[in-house]
């Protein structure tokens, strides 16, 4: 049981949770509305989760990456509604659980040209609640900071998680973000989590030339020592292997 040896290791895991019909039925890559049923569902989901791992899982991650069309769109509105039920599930299990959000997709989120909209903004201050923002159903504000695009050259742990040629510091992006949370939570330092990060030796593009595994742990080792400094915690590396079918080499490459 992966769960026990996580215990017996003294490891402390993180679980994301997701949709269940997202994970094994079809959906619409530009999914936008959520359904009463759709929520009632999903706190169910999580409900039955928590209570059966909450006695291995201290820390739990609603969704994934919301904010692309790479994984699945939901607009800032529905992901605080599904954020809501999510976290109202897992506390009603486990008060003293961490809840962890928006998972989102690169700090892009900051900006409103990739999307219509200016997605941090919206979700840290609705404008026409319900339901409340972020910031009051999470405990942790998870990012994935990945740099982009991943392999090519000039995509060094320095540079923000963005895209060109958007080649701001990383450290600025964060030193921007901050005031943010604070602001919409009212507290100092809100817990700024990178719950995925890591570097690929392959292009996406599959044509340019990607790094190499020298450098990619040249740059996660650069990579970590900047997040530490920054007082980014947890960051969870992704990923240490990924030999897995189907996956393309750009994915491998992580």
Same mark, same amino acid.
């Given at each position: 049981?992966?769960?026990?040896? /996580?215990?017996?290791?003294?490891? +402390?895991?993180?679980?994301?949770? *997701?949709?269940?019909?997202?994970?094994? &039925?079809?959906?619409?890559?530009?999914?936008?509305?959520?359904?009463?049923? *759709?929520?009632?569902?999903?706190?169910?989901?999580?409900?039955?989760?928590?209570?059966?791992? &909450?006695?291995?899982?201290?820390?739990?991650?609603?969704?994934?990456?919301?904010?692309? #069309?790479?994984?699945?769109?939901?607009?800032?509105?529905?992901?605080?509604?599904?954020? %809501?039920?999510?976290?109202?599930?897992?506390?009603?299990?486990?008060?003293?659980?961490?809840?962890? &959000?928006?998972?989102? &997709?690169?700090? $892009?989120?900051?900006?409103?040209?990739? $999307?219509?909209?200016?997605?941090?903004?919206?979700?840290?201050? !609705?404008?026409?609640?319900?339901?409340? @923002?972020?910031?009051?159903?999470?405990?942790?504000?998870?990012?994935?900071?990945?740099?982009? !695009?991943?392999?090519? !050259?000039?995509?060094? !742990?320095?540079?923000? #998680?963005?895209?060109?040629?958007?080649?701001?510091?990383?450290?600025?992006?964060?030193?921007? =973000?901050?005031? /943010?949370?604070?602001? /919409? #939570? @009212?507290?100092? *330092?809100?817990? =700024?989590?990178?719950?995925?990060? @890591?570097?690929?030796? %392959? #292009?996406?593009?599959?044509?340019?030339? @990607?790094?190499?595994?020298?450098? %990619?742990?040249?740059?996660?080792?650069?990579? /970590?020592?900047?997040?530490?400094? =920054?007082?980014? +915690?947890?960051?969870?590396?992704?990923?240490?292997?990924? $030999?897995?079918?189907?996956?393309?080499?750009? %994915?491998?490459?992580?």
């Amino acid at each position: 049981h992966y769960l026990e040896k /996580a215990r017996e290791l003294r490891l +402390r895991p993180l679980l994301r949770l *997701d949709f269940p019909f997202m994970v094994i &039925g079809p959906f619409s890559p530009y999914q936008s509305e959520v359904t009463r049923e *759709d929520l009632a569902g999903f706190e169910k989901f999580c409900l039955a989760v928590v209570s059966r791992y &909450g006695g291995y899982v201290k820390d739990w991650e609603i969704l994934n990456e919301t904010n692309s #069309s790479f994984i699945y769109y939901f607009s800032p509105k529905n992901y605080l509604l599904i954020a %809501q039920a999510g976290a109202r599930a897992i506390k009603a299990k486990d008060p003293g659980a961490q809840v962890y &959000g928006p998972a989102c &997709g690169g700090l $892009n989120i900051m900006q409103a040209y990739w $999307n219509p909209v200016n997605y941090l903004h919206d979700l840290l201050s !609705p404008l026409s609640p319900p339901p409340p @923002g972020l910031l009051s159903l999470v405990d942790v504000f998870s990012c994935h900071p990945y740099r982009f !695009p991943h392999a090519r !050259p000039g995509s060094i !742990p320095e540079y923000s #998680s963005d895209y060109p040629p958007r080649h701001t510091p990383y450290q600025a992006q964060i030193t921007r =973000l901050r005031p /943010a949370l604070d602001a /919409a #939570s @009212g507290k100092k *330092d809100f817990p =700024l989590a990178a719950t995925e990060i @890591g570097f690929t030796t %392959q #292009s996406q593009d599959g044509t340019s030339p @990607g790094l190499s595994k020298r450098t %990619q742990a040249k740059y996660e080792q650069r990579s /970590a020592i900047l997040d530490f400094c =920054l007082g980014i +915690r947890p960051r969870i590396q992704f990923a240490f292997e990924r $030999n897995l079918d189907g996956l393309s080499g750009f %994915q491998r490459g992580f």
